[in-house]
């Protein structure tokens, strides 16, 4: 039966053992190991730092850590901070403040949309892009469109605090499905 130990020596894998570690040849490869640790250490150093400037790690490891520790999918704090500022505005009891409120949620929607990669020259085309998947409620947020335009268009539009509730309420479903 054949060894390993012959296979090696026939093969002369063990002389170039012995040769490869002899103290003269790593006397001589010194100055070449000290290149390659030098190489080295440089394209770590460069492929930190561009991980660092990056948003690679945000998108691939801080969201997933928010999302894990916060039970909740990653942004929905800041969704819900903004529209806490929005219906901060029904707070006034202002008509005018009502009618910015509507205009703030209807602007959300749209850079909600835009920013899940959604493309359209106006509203509607963004909604109707989206689809009916993404939004059921498709009619009802182009209604609450229609009386942002109103608002913006019409001076002496009236709006309800009711009605500006009932709209603002359809813009956060709307916002907070996309979101997710």
């Keep these: 039966m054949v060894t390993w130990e012959q296979i090696y020596n026939f093969l002369g894998i063990t002389d170039f053992i012995y040769f490869i570690s002899s103290p003269t040849i790593q006397d001589m490869l010194l100055p070449v ?35 894990f520790f916060s039970w909740q999918a990653f942004g929905l704090k800041q969704i819900a901070d ?31 949309l835009d ?7 106006s509203f509607e085309d963004l909604i109707n892009v989206a689809g009916v998947g993404l939004l059921p409620n498709q009619e009802e947020i182009l209604e609450a469109h229609k009386v942002r335009n109103a608002i913006v268009y019409e001076p002496d539009f009236y709006l309800s605090l009711d009605e500006t509730k009932r709209i603002l309420s359809i813009f956060e479903n709307a916002v907070k499905t996309v979101a997710i």
């Design 115 to 121: 920013e899940r990669g959604f493309e359209g020259k």
């Design 33 to 67: 190991k000290i290149i390659f640790i030098l190489f080295t250490t440089f394209f770590l150093i460069t492929v930190i730092y561009f991980m660092v400037i990056s948003s690679w790690i945000k998108h691939h490891f801080l969201e997933d850590t928010s999302e």
């Design 82 to 112: 903004r529209w806490k500022k929005i219906r901060k505005r029904l707070e006034t009891g202002s008509e005018s403040e009502y009618k910015l409120a509507i205009i703030e949620g209807d602007d959300f929607l749209a850079e909600t």
